[in-house]
């Protein structure tokens, strides 16, 4: 996957320039930055109908569109408002693929038990992913908001995930990553499930101080950074986030 | 600041870098050795542009001949990290963010947190910045129609079990009470109210700086971890 040239648009990433669908898929990563619910469906629709691949719909179209607003969003440009009406946007154009997705592989990809972490009650970026990675595909076991390390592992064990991904939004919360990824370790769980860490005061060097198998600097690179560490290939090559996400 | 306080006379100043949600909480401990600079209420929300514009003042500050720099902020989601000063010594609260410094203690905040970590917090300044629930939803109102921010509002509080207020003892109490309680009222969650301690606050602008502070010397910078084991 090539870069977008500077040329092309350089707030819309990711976008390949001389491709037929490169026009359709700029608009749909338009629509959600301008969180146009409608034409979100709608394009994505008829992209499907014109048998655009699905995987090429969500890694060029919407997952770019969500990432130009998380970033106008830190940039102080974009505030919680916006931020939520694009990930509205973006569902709705995920609801058109997720089944399509799901039926192509039949069953879900992988099982991710997320939750922001004790004392921490802020979901909006951990909705976001748990869109994501529906869209993508996973099955997601939401444990909600303020979750103990103890409920984190009952979790794992109960479902037999694959991945405990946690967030959260406080710098005052962010050591309960630590703890419930101690708790893990101390319950013989640590080598049986890969640990994802994300939230806006979390660092690559945080990440990997506590030990965490991967980290993701935006919701948006969530789908990616889990089909890297269970080591299952992109549909459509690799996705074009890597430089958003860390393998540590 | 060779010695531990704002007290002594030396006859140099010491600069005060502050949010200005706490102006005048700050403003009551003039003792004349202390000058004030207040930045935007709002800059913790982009954390990168909240260090730079710190940095920006700090590096000003170097070229005049201050004693030190005090600031009024605590890691308020990383807009501190990487702040380094080349010539004066800095002087920050541990602390994660404001709350602290209105109860008056780390301590009677994170009893707080522990127990009711839904807690939306209203100070005077909070509130004449515009940052409470209601006008949050007005805003939203006029920008998006009455539906859409209905359910943005619920989308960003809806974990909220309570909203408290913390008179700091600054302002007059009852028109201020009167909003943070309507604010419960509308977002149909409980109100408390409790009596803010100006302890922290004078502390932090005349010490003396015990373990409460950092004391971040010349050419070093602020770092996360010093504030993770609070």
New interface residues.
């Given amino acids: 996957m090539t870069q977008t040239k500077e040329s092309m648009n350089s707030i819309y990433p990711y976008l390949e320039e001389d491709s037929k669908t490169a026009a359709p898929l700029y608009q749909l990563q338009k629509a959600v930055v301008q969180r146009d619910c409608k034409t979100v469906k709608e394009l994505t629709e008829r992209m499907v109908k014109e048998g655009v691949d699905l995987f090429r719909i969500l890694n060029q179209g919407l997952i770019p569109g969500m990432l130009e607003a998380s970033e106008r969003f830190?940039?102080?440009e974009f505030?919680?408002?916006e931020l939520?009406?694009s990930s509205r946007a973006l569902k709705f154009g995920l609801n058109v693929l997720r089944p399509l997705i799901q039926e192509r592989k039949n069953r879900g990809l992988a099982k991710v038990v997320i939750g922001t972490v004790k004392?921490?009650?802020?979901?909006?970026g951990k909705n976001l992913v748990i869109i994501l990675l529906e869209g993508n595909g996973f099955e997601v076991v939401d444990l909600g908001?303020?979750v103990s390390p103890e409920k984190f592992i009952k979790a794992v064990e109960k479902n037999e995930a694959q991945i405990l991904a946690m967030s959260s939004l406080?710098?005052?919360t962010?050591?309960w990553m630590k703890f419930t990824i101690e708790h893990l370790q101390a319950s013989g769980l640590k080598k049986k499930v890969k640990t994802l860490v994300g939230g806006?005061?979390v660092?690559p060097i945080?990440a990997k101080n506590i030990g965490a198998d991967g980290y993701c600097r935006e919701a948006t690179s969530a789908p990616s950074m889990v089909k890297k560490l269970l080591g299952i290939k992109e549909n459509e090559g690799e996705s074009p986030f890597k430089q958003d996400s860390t393998r540590l | 600041m060779r010695e531990n306080s704002t007290e002594r006379r030396s006859g140099k100043k010491v600069l005060v870098l502050a949010c200005s949600v706490m102006e005048k909480e700050i403003r009551q401990f003039q003792n004349g050795r202390l000058e004030f600079k207040f930045f935007d209420y709002g800059l913790h929300r982009t954390p990168e542009n909240m260090a730079q514009a710190i940095q920006l003042e700090i590096d000003k500050a170097s070229d005049e001949d201050y004693e030190g720099i005090i600031l009024g902020y605590g890691l308020c989601s990383n807009g501190i990290v990487g702040i380094t000063s080349k010539k004066l010594r800095l002087i920050i609260p541990r602390i994660h963010d404001c709350i602290s410094l209105f109860l008056g203690s780390v301590e009677s905040y994170q009893k707080q947190s522990k127990e009711f970590p839904g807690t939306y917090y209203l100070t005077p300044g909070w509130i004449d910045k515009g940052q409470t629930p209601v006008s949050k939803f007005k805003s939203y109102a006029q920008a998006y129609g009455e539906e859409t921010a209905r359910w943005v509002l619920h989308e960003e509080m809806k974990h909220y079990t309570r909203i408290v207020f913390i008179d700091t003892g600054v302002y007059p109490r009852e028109p201020y009470r009167a909003i943070a309680r309507e604010n419960a009222e509308f977002l149909g969650i409980s109100y408390e109210e409790l009596q803010g301690s100006p302890n922290l606050f004078k502390k932090l602008l005349h010490g003396p700086w015990g373990k409460e502070f950092l004391i971040i010397e010349r050419n070093q910078s602020v770092r996360q971890e010093s504030f993770l084991d609070l």
């Fill in positions: 830190r940039k102080g505030f919680i408002p939520l009406m004392f921490d009650l802020h979901d909006i908001v303020d406080l710098t005052s962010m050591s806006a005061p660092t945080f």
